[in-house]
């Protein structure tokens, strides 16, 4: 096990009804806020108004930015970032998935800044972001208590993140009613982006990890489990509560604790849903198994252990190798059973671009950790999800 | 899944060494504690002296106060007040095991107080405590990161406990190599501790509780692993480090989100060993399966589960009652075969003071929430566990 820091407090305000706390949470930071949200869905589903009659009786003026679309782009935050300045905003709330928490938490850090809000998604370290409370509506990203931010540039169409502790936000609203409404396509890519937060960090050269292990596969197996009858009953409470709380834990940096992290699946697909703005998720469905087959060799008892512990796969044990590609077939046909492309093809994308993509991908030097994959190493990934 | 808040800020800093970081951190808060510890063993280790080095680099000064025992008393910690309010001190460390920082927090929450500490422990609600930094030396309570503190009132011998999220320690240092030196026996009954803990929570009437449900059972997996390794090999690094990390996880309340947990278990214990003076974790060793016998007819089926999954038992689907009486065996004879007592007989108990005890252990009315337990239940809990 690796030494490791872990210290998340952000505070999690879990069940049913529960927005109604969000103007006596975020009163505590600031009377008056950035109210930061998508597109019309929370006015659609009364959200909306349930949150600004919370914030109201709290006493919170809310100054309002709507507009983040999926893949949350530069532009917006730096309107963000000037909006907060002009009328001395000190907190903001993030009603929204993934995408508006981490545009929200790009204004929170851009604000205290005098540089380029970019500079820290170019590698600046980040000290400080304005408290950012999060009403969560789409389990997926797990922003709602990580310390990062993804967003993207569209001047050249670069996707990067920022990171740091002092990013989480201070409290997360989670409602698993709200997630109801979510149309199959997002709970089944959400479900893939949870998984891959728990996977990104399973697959470490880090030896005797054996809790964390053991957390991590929990974690999966629950959303195994969750995610088909969600998408059968889309208002199964409980299946809703397990993946949205699953969500969570699977990216509050719990699961990565001792352990060094991969990260290049998110790496190769970041360039695909740049470049072709499909859902992150949706692109992570089609990068993993060809990540898995590309890398299984370098560890082939712990991609047994993988199929043995997670897909239920009985070991072969006069052939791991066997087991191994078992677990990596059944991740793939998993995602597929959710009902979303597991292959570029199936995605309608071809390969006229793959060079391109691998070289941004790789611009910063090598991606991953449980293997060092180089240009030509990402550019055969592409070539294995064709 | 029911609703809840989870909100757990302590920092914690893992891994080789870190005790030196201890003044660092400490100093973010005071520049002049209560250094808190039990008995000689940090000096005779080296600890003592490293503690005092990191302090004194960060131009920390601590006053002391040592002699804390197994079982913290409720005479050291008025001294602690008194000490802390004469010299005027704003945080506390705490460098042993649960005793003492239990005690440290008695001692934390009874300074800002005007009345007698004793009123938190008769059910007051905490609302206040100095800083708390820690310096575990034995994975077994979870006290470095949760909001509980047990004191012994030796007017009576009565044991209770007070609770709250602001009772939770701002850092823990937790270095595994501190735990080398560890008695076997205290290595064993440690481990029950923390398997307690995740156990009370376990067992449940909460339905739909599939993700906790598998991180508790991850989490007792890892505890059935590593023990025997750890006894057998006092100076094993990976498997002290699971051990600690699990006795934190087992109690910082994650386990617990969602649903509502027993704790007859730790009430029918307290009355043992605020009696006999025995380690918690060693009575508890002995009353599990004892309660275990006297409710699992209350729900079969999740004792069942948890024979399967946590002790790999094949659920005979014909008799799950054989299931789970399966597991229940196998949790005692696993407490056994970590060289401790688990019977009364076993310990030297008889069943004197069955009577009392029982009483005491209900006199605030029944206990546990899985199955409520009146006098005449816990008295024969106890006959089950001669």
Known sequence: MLDFVFHNATKIIFGKGTEDRTGRELSKYSKKVLLHYGGGSIKRTGLYDRIIKSLSEAGVEAIELGGVKPNPRL???REGIDLCRKHKIEAILAVGGGSVIDSAKAIGIGVPYEGDVWDFYKGRQVEKM??????????AAGSESSGGSVITNEDGLY???????CMRPVFAVMNPELTFTL???QTAVGAVDIMSHVLERYFTNAKEVDFTDRLCEATLRTMIVNTPIALKEP??????????????IAHNDLLG??????????????????????????????????????????????????????????????????????????TKSFFSSLGIPVTLTEAGISSD???????????????????KLNREDVREIYKLAL
Chains 1, 2 share one sequence.
């Open 353 to 371: 671009r793959f060079e391109e993509m691998a070289s941004k991908a790789t611009e910063r030097g090598p991606l991953g950790n449980f293997v």
């Open 183 to 185: 149309p199959a396509y």
């Open 75 to 77: 532009s917006l935050v």
């Open 130 to 139: 304005l408290p950012l409370g999060v009403v969560l509506t789409i389990p």
């Open 159 to 165: 996707k990067r993140a920022a990171n740091s502790v």
């Open 257 to 330: 604790t001792g352990r060094l992290a991969d990260w290049a699946t998110h790496g190769i697909e970041h360039e695909l849903s740049a470049i072709y703005d499909i859902a992150h998720g949706g692109g992570l469905a089609i990068i993993w198994s060809a990540w898995m087959k590309y890398v299984y060799k370098h560890d082939v008892k712990r991609f047994a252990q993988f199929a043995s512990r997670v897909w239920n796969v009985e070991p072969d044990f006069r052939n791991l190798e066997r087991t191994a590609l078992e677990g990596i077939e059944k």
């Open 235 to 248: 208002e199964n409470y409980d299946a809703r509560a397990e993946i949205m709380w699953a969500s969570t």
